[in-house]
C-alpha cells in the first residue's frame, strides 16, 4: 500500500522503516534537511523535504493516492492541518499525532470530525494504556484501546461453588451492560452462549464497564486481589494517564515528580493518588519514598537511560515489578537481563495501531484472544449500507460464534444488547471464532 | 439558537446545595433525570463525562459563572438546565472567583454544530450584566424561566 508519513523525528522514521520492512511504498515528507538526508541514508523511501502543512508539498508527495497519511511531526497543530489537508486532497485514511489530550476531547469541540480525520492518536496515552494493560491484569487482554477507557474486558477463574454455576446464562443476572465473553474450561476455549452453563474451575471473560464488572466479580464470589502499592516515576503525559487508567479502589498510587509546577497540575487532577516532589536520579530519594515496599514500579520519565536506572535501584530495594518506559529499540537486548519485566515502547505501540490501518475492507483490527487460541478480537468499521445494519444485533447477520463485545459510537463506548442497532460510522468489536471470520467480514461488507 | 430549545424549565433549580465541583455538577445532573431530559440509567454516565471535561480546563468563565457541558451518546435532543447557588461553589475558575449561576448543556454527539450555537447563544446572553444579575439573584425556577423567555425575545440586549 502507499503509505506517506509527515515528519521524520523518531516517531516518524521508525514508522517509516517499519512500513519498508513491510513491503509498502512509503514517502516521507519533513522541513529538516538534515532528518530527510538521513532518512534517505537508511531507508528505501522517497523522502522529501518541505512543510507538511503546505499544499504543494502534499501534492509532491502524493497524498491524493495514498491508501494511509500518518501526520506525526512534533507540533500538534501542522500534524491536524495536514492530516485533515490529506484527506481532503485524497488520502484514504488519514492518522494525526496529538500530544495535548485536549483535542481528543469532543465536549466542547470536536477535532477529529471537524477537520475529517480518521483518529487522532495520543502516544502518551497509549503507551499508558499498555503499561496499565501489564499492571492490571497479566496476561488478560483488554479492550479499552477503542475508547476512553470505558470498556474493559477481564478474565478469571471460578474458583467457588456459587448459585450462579449450572444456570443457563440467559438466567443469570447479570447488571446491564456487562456480558461474559468467553468461557475456558480445560483445553477448549470458545464464546458464551445463552444457553451455556457455568461449572467450577471455568475460566471467563467479562465485558463491560469497570464498576459494573465488579458488581460481577463480587457476584461470583471472586475475590478481588489485595490492593497493590504502585509508584510512578515522572509525572508527565504518559504518567499522568497512567495514574488516571489505575487510580481507584484497586490501587494506591504515588506519583513522583521533579517539577513543582507539574506537581500542582497532578495534585489537583488526580484526587486519589499521593503525589510527591522529588528527584527520582538520587537513591536517597527512592530510599525515602520506599520504593522496596512497591508491588509495582513503573519508569516512565521521557529519558530512556533515567528510567532504566531508576528500575534497577528500585529493584535492589526490593520492588516486586519494574516497568519501564524506554524509547530507544537499541535497549530492547538489556531490558530483561536488568530485571526489568516489561518494557513500552511508544514506538511499538504506535507502530501497531498504524499497522492496524493498513487492512483492506472494514476491517480495522484483527488480534488473537489468547495466544494459541481459536478466537479472534476484531475492531471492524461500520459502513453505510453493510447487511449487518439492517436489524438489530439480535437478528443481524451475524453467525453464533461470535459476539458484539463493544460498540464505539462518537467516541462513546458501550457494551450492546440484543436490541441495540449498529449504524454507519460505528466501530464495533467482536470476538469471534476464527472459523466465521468471513461470514463476519461478508455482514460488514456493503452490498 | 434560542435557551427555551434545550434549557428543560422542571430541571431549573434556585437552591443548588453542593459545595464543590463534582457535587454540583452531580446536583444538577439529578435535577435532569428528575425533570425526565436524560436516562436515569445513563445518569452516572454523564456526570463522570462532564467532569472528564472540567479536567482538561474549568469552564467557569468568570464572573461567576460557569457553563460546564458533555456530548453524550444517550441523549438525542440538545437538554440544558440553569442552577443558581445562593451560596456559590469554588468551580477553579478563571477569576478564582466563586460560581452562582451554572448553565449545564448535554448534546447528541452527532450535532456539532447545534451545540457550539448553543454554547454561543450562552455566552453572548450572559454578556449583558443585567440578565446575569437578575438569573443569580432568582429566588425560584419560575423566576429563571420567565428571565430566559425574555432574553429569548432580545429582552436583554446590550
Same mark, same amino acid.
Given at each position: 500500500?502507499?503509505?506517506?508519513?509527515? *515528519?521524520?523525528?523518531?516517531?516518524?522514521?521508525?514508522?517509516?522503516?517499519?512500513?519498508?520492512?513491510?513491503?509498502?511504498?512509503?514517502?516521507?515528507?519533513?522541513?529538516?534537511?538534515?532528518?530527510?538526508?538521513?532518512?534517505?541514508?537508511?531507508?528505501?523511501?522517497? %523522502?522529501?523535504?518541505?512543510?507538511?502543512?503546505?499544499?504543494?508539498?502534499?501534492?509532491?508527495?502524493?497524498?491524493?493516492?495514498?491508501?494511509?497519511?500518518? %501526520?506525526?511531526? *512534533?507540533?500538534?497543530?501542522?500534524?491536524?492541518?495536514?492530516?485533515?489537508?490529506?484527506?481532503?486532497?485524497?488520502?484514504?485514511?488519514?492518522?494525526?499525532?496529538?500530544?495535548?489530550?485536549?483535542?481528543?476531547?469532543?465536549?466542547?469541540?470536536?477535532?477529529?470530525?471537524?477537520?475529517?480525520?480518521?483518529?487522532?492518536?495520543?502516544?502518551?496515552?497509549?503507551?499508558?494504556?499498555?503499561?496499565?494493560?501489564?499492571?492490571?491484569?497479566?496476561?488478560?487482554?483488554?479492550?479499552?484501546?477503542?475508547?476512553?477507557?470505558?470498556?474493559?474486558?477481564?478474565?478469571?477463574?471460578?474458583?467457588?461453588?456459587?448459585?450462579?454455576?449450572?444456570?443457563?446464562?440467559?438466567?443469570?443476572?447479570?447488571?446491564?451492560?456487562?456480558?461474559?465473553?468467553?468461557?475456558?474450561?480445560?483445553?477448549?476455549?470458545?464464546?458464551?452462549?445463552?444457553?451455556?452453563?457455568?461449572?467450577?474451575?471455568?475460566?471467563?471473560?467479562? +465485558?463491560?464497564?469497570?464498576?459494573? +464488572?465488579?458488581?460481577?466479580?463480587?457476584?461470583?464470589?471472586?475475590?478481588?486481589?489485595?490492593?497493590?502499592?504502585?509508584?510512578?516515576?515522572?509525572?508527565?503525559?504518559?504518567?499522568?494517564?497512567?495514574?488516571?487508567?489505575?487510580?481507584?479502589?484497586?490501587?494506591?498510587?504515588?506519583?513522583?515528580?521533579?517539577?513543582?509546577?507539574?506537581?500542582?497540575?497532578?495534585? %489537583?487532577?488526580?484526587?486519589?493518588?499521593?503525589?510527591?516532589?522529588?528527584?527520582?536520579?538520587?537513591?536517597?530519594?527512592?530510599?525515602?519514598?520506599?520504593?522496596?515496599?512497591?508491588?509495582?514500579?513503573?519508569?516512565?520519565?521521557?529519558?530512556?537511560?533515567?528510567?532504566?536506572?531508576?528500575?534497577?535501584?528500585?529493584?535492589?530495594?526490593?520492588?516486586?515489578?519494574?516497568?519501564?518506559?524506554?524509547?530507544?529499540?537499541?535497549?530492547?537486548?538489556?531490558?530483561?537481563?536488568? *530485571? +526489568?519485566?516489561?518494557?513500552?515502547?511508544?514506538?511499538?505501540?504506535?507502530?501497531?495501531?498504524?499497522?492496524?490501518?493498513?487492512?483492506?475492507?472494514?476491517?480495522?483490527?484483527?488480534?488473537?484472544?489468547?495466544?494459541?487460541?481459536?478466537?479472534?478480537?476484531?475492531?471492524?468499521?461500520?459502513?453505510?449500507?453493510?447487511?449487518?445494519?439492517?436489524?438489530?444485533?439480535?437478528?443481524?447477520?451475524?453467525?453464533?460464534?461470535?459476539?458484539?463485545?463493544?460498540?464505539?459510537?462518537?467516541?462513546?463506548?458501550?457494551?450492546?444488547?440484543?436490541?441495540?442497532?449498529?449504524?454507519?460510522?460505528?466501530?464495533?468489536?467482536?470476538?469471534?471464532?476464527?472459523?466465521?471470520?468471513?461470514?463476519?467480514?461478508?455482514?460488514?461488507?456493503?452490498? | 439558537?434560542?435557551?427555551?430549545?434545550?434549557?428543560?424549565?422542571?430541571?431549573?433549580?434556585?437552591?443548588?446545595?453542593?459545595?464543590?465541583?463534582?457535587?454540583?455538577?452531580?446536583?444538577?445532573?439529578?435535577?435532569?433525570?428528575?425533570?425526565?431530559?436524560?436516562?436515569?440509567?445513563?445518569?452516572?454516565?454523564?456526570?463522570?463525562?462532564?467532569?472528564?471535561?472540567?479536567?482538561?480546563?474549568?469552564?467557569?468563565?468568570?464572573?461567576?459563572?460557569?457553563?460546564?457541558?458533555?456530548?453524550?451518546?444517550?441523549?438525542?435532543?440538545?437538554?440544558?438546565?440553569?442552577?443558581?447557588?445562593?451560596?456559590?461553589?469554588?468551580?477553579?475558575?478563571?477569576?478564582?472567583?466563586?460560581?452562582?449561576?451554572?448553565?449545564?448543556?448535554?448534546?447528541?454527539?452527532?450535532?456539532?454544530?447545534?451545540?457550539?450555537?448553543?454554547?454561543?447563544? +450562552?455566552?453572548?446572553?450572559?454578556?449583558?450584566?443585567?440578565?446575569?444579575?437578575?438569573?443569580?439573584?432568582?429566588?425560584?425556577?419560575?423566576?429563571?424561566?420567565?428571565?430566559?423567555?425574555?432574553?429569548?425575545?432580545?429582552?436583554?440586549?446590550?
Amino acid at each position: 500500500m502507499r503509505v506517506v508519513v509527515l *515528519g521524520a523525528g523518531t516517531v516518524g522514521a521508525s514508522i517509516a522503516e517499519l512500513l519498508c520492512t513491510h513491503r509498502h511504498e512509503v514517502t516521507v515528507v519533513d522541513h529538516d534537511p538534515e532528518c530527510i538526508k538521513r532518512v534517505r541514508e537508511e531507508l528505501d523511501v522517497r %523522502a522529501l523535504v518541505g512543510s507538511a502543512s503546505q499544499s504543494s508539498v502534499l501534492f509532491q508527495a502524493e497524498v491524493s493516492g495514498a491508501d494511509l497519511c500518518l %501526520a506525526v511531526t *512534533g507540533v500538534d497543530e501542522v500534524n491536524i492541518v495536514a492530516a485533515s489537508m490529506a484527506k481532503a486532497m485524497g488520502a484514504r485514511r488519514t492518522l494525526a499525532r496529538v500530544y495535548s489530550p485536549v483535542f481528543c476531547d469532543l465536549s466542547t469541540f470536536d477535532y477529529q470530525r471537524h477537520f475529517k480525520i480518521d483518529r487522532l492518536l495520543s502516544l502518551e496515552h497509549l503507551s499508558a494504556v499498555e503499561l496499565a494493560r501489564s499492571i492490571r491484569y497479566p496476561g488478560a487482554m483488554l479492550v479499552e484501546d477503542f475508547a476512553r477507557g470505558e470498556v474493559e474486558m477481564q478474565a478469571f477463574a471460578l474458583s467457588e461453588e456459587i448459585a450462579a454455576l449450572g444456570t443457563p446464562l440467559r438466567e443469570l443476572k447479570l447488571p446491564k451492560g456487562v456480558r461474559i465473553g468467553s468461557i475456558h474450561r480445560g483445553e477448549k476455549i470458545w464464546i458464551a452462549g445463552a444457553d451455556d452453563q457455568l461449572q467450577l474451575g471455568d475460566h471467563i471473560t467479562l +465485558i463491560g464497564a469497570r464498576d459494573q +464488572i465488579d458488581e460481577v466479580k463480587e457476584m461470583f464470589s471472586i475475590q478481588p486481589p489485595p490492593k497493590q502499592r504502585v509508584i510512578i516515576a515522572g509525572g508527565g503525559e504518559t504518567g499522568y494517564h497512567l495514574a488516571q487508567l489505575l487510580e481507584g479502589r484497586r490501587f494506591s498510587v504515588s506519583i513522583l515528580e521533579w517539577d513543582k509546577a507539574r506537581c500542582e497540575f497532578l495534585a %489537583a487532577h488526580l484526587p486519589h493518588a499521593t503525589v510527591l516532589q522529588t528527584d527520582i536520579r538520587r537513591r536517597q530519594t527512592l530510599e525515602e519514598e520506599q520504593i522496596g515496599r512497591a508491588e509495582v514500579f513503573v519508569a516512565c520519565t521521557g529519558d530512556d537511560e533515567n528510567n532504566i536506572m531508576a528500575c534497577v535501584e528500585a529493584r535492589e530495594l526490593g520492588a516486586k515489578t519494574c516497568l519501564a518506559l524506554i524509547n530507544r529499540p537499541d535497549y530492547a537486548n538489556v531490558i530483561g537481563k536488568l *530485571g +526489568i519485566a516489561y518494557a513500552v515502547s511508544p514506538r511499538e505501540v504506535i507502530a501497531r495501531h498504524v499497522l492496524a490501518f493498513l487492512n483492506t475492507g472494514p476491517v480495522v483490527t484483527r488480534l488473537p484472544l489468547t495466544p494459541d487460541g481459536p478466537i479472534d478480537v476484531l475492531e471492524i468499521e461500520v459502513l453505510p449500507e453493510a447487511p449487518v445494519t439492517q436489524h438489530v444485533l439480535s437478528q443481524a447477520a451475524l453467525p453464533p460464534q461470535c459476539l458484539a463485545a463493544a460498540v464505539v459510537r462518537e467516541n462513546f463506548a458501550w457494551v450492546p444488547g440484543a436490541d441495540d442497532r449498529l449504524q454507519p460510522g460505528d466501530t464495533v468489536v467482536l470476538l469471534a471464532d476464527r472459523e466465521v471470520f468471513k461470514d463476519i467480514v461478508q455482514a460488514f461488507t456493503p452490498l | 439558537m434560542k435557551f427555551a430549545d434545550f434549557v428543560i424549565p422542571e430541571a431549573v433549580r434556585t437552591d443548588l446545595k453542593a459545595e464543590d465541583k463534582p457535587g454540583v455538577i452531580r446536583e444538577m445532573v439529578k435535577a435532569l433525570e428528575e425533570a425526565g431530559g436524560i436516562d436515569p440509567a445513563e445518569t452516572e454516565s454523564i456526570i463522570k463525562a462532564i467532569l472528564k471535561r472540567e479536567e482538561l480546563g474549568s469552564t467557569g468563565i468568570g464572573r461567576g459563572v460557569a457553563v460546564p457541558h458533555t456530548k453524550h451518546p444517550s441523549v438525542n435532543r440538545l437538554v440544558g438546565m440553569v442552577g443558581v447557588s445562593q451560596e456559590g461553589v469554588d468551580f477553579n475558575s478563571l477569576d478564582g472567583e466563586k460560581v452562582y449561576l451554572f448553565f449545564l448543556l448535554i448534546s447528541p454527539p452527532d450535532r456539532p454544530g447545534d451545540h457550539l450555537r448553543a454554547l454561543e447563544n +450562552i455566552s453572548l446572553k450572559l454578556r449583558n450584566e443585567t440578565f446575569c444579575r437578575f438569573l443569580k439573584q432568582s429566588k425560584a425556577p419560575k423566576d429563571v424561566v420567565q428571565l430566559l423567555e425574555e432574553a429569548d425575545n432580545n429582552q436583554f440586549n446590550a
